[in-house]
């Protein structure tokens, strides 16, 4: 089991462009949430796809939007790139446990710098 | 709004000692979960020991175990025997539920701990 695959691990775009991050969640899994994490800072959260729906969504313009395909994978859009987006995106997965308890599982992250 | 807090920017152990990283948190529902997340330099969060609040008995992973007082609002981690490999940033993390039951994973993150391990 390869667990959460997110890529590319690294980017670098300018100010004004418009970036794609991808994530592949854990086998079995069907939610995927996304994150950002700012150098020196926890991750915020920024939405969660489910069944191929927004089902809840953090503080965050509407630049960032997403989409998740059939297979459940999930995509990050961020339109616009301001210097502040300059971060880590992280993406985990979601497994339903026992007792209706869910674990999230994470991957690796896509950093992106925004110059 | 739920919040999570840890005052520790920084705390540092002596190989084979015992440290415990503090949170505290902030929210108005009865049931939750929380979380410890370790982050090693890789980036990839890392689950460490998980403790739904409805259950009075703490958690405890092998040489990880938790501290969870429900009434302060506080779930202190404890490392026992402290390895090399714990070196990392240490996130607490609080985990609101479904209205019909379950986890959200909208995961609500403190600022971190960045553990030291000194050989």
């Known amino acids: 089991d390869a667990g959460v695959t997110q890529s590319p691990t690294h980017l670098i775009k300018t100010r004004g462009q418009q970036v794609t991050l991808r994530c592949s969640p854990k086998s079995g899994h069907d939610t995927v949430s996304w994150y950002q994490q700012a150098l020196g800072q926890g991750p915020q959260f920024i939405f969660q796809?489910?069944?191929?729906?927004?089902?809840q969504r953090g503080n965050f313009p509407d630049r960032f939007s997403g989409h998740q395909f059939p297979n459940y994978s999930s995509e990050l859009n961020v339109n616009a790139l301001l210097l502040g987006d300059s971060a880590l995106y992280l993406c985990a997965s979601s497994l339903d446990l026992e007792g209706g308890g869910t674990e999230a599982f994470f991957g690796q992250g896509t950093r992106l710098t925004v110059v | 709004a739920q919040t999570v807090t840890q005052s520790q920017p920084e705390m540092s152990v002596q190989e084979a000692e015992t440290v415990t990283l503090s949170c505290t948190y902030d929210?108005?529902?009865?049931?939750?979960?929380l979380f410890w997340y370790k982050q090693p330099p890789s980036r990839q969060m890392i689950l460490v020991i998980r403790q739904e609040a409805y259950k009075q008995q703490n958690a405890t992973e092998n040489r990880f175990s938790v501290n969870f007082q429900k009434a302060a609002k506080s779930f202190s981690l404890k490392i026992s025997d402290s390895q090399l490999g714990d070196a990392a940033m240490y996130f607490c993390?609080?985990?609101?539920?479904?209205?019909?039951?379950?986890?959200?994973?909208?995961?609500?993150f403190g600022t971190g701990t960045l553990l030291a391990v000194q050989p």
């Open positions: 796809y489910y069944e191929e729906e927004e089902r």
């Open positions: 929210t108005s529902e009865s049931d939750y979960y």
């Open positions: 993390a609080y985990n609101p539920l479904l209205v019909y039951g379950g986890a959200t994973n909208k995961l609500i």
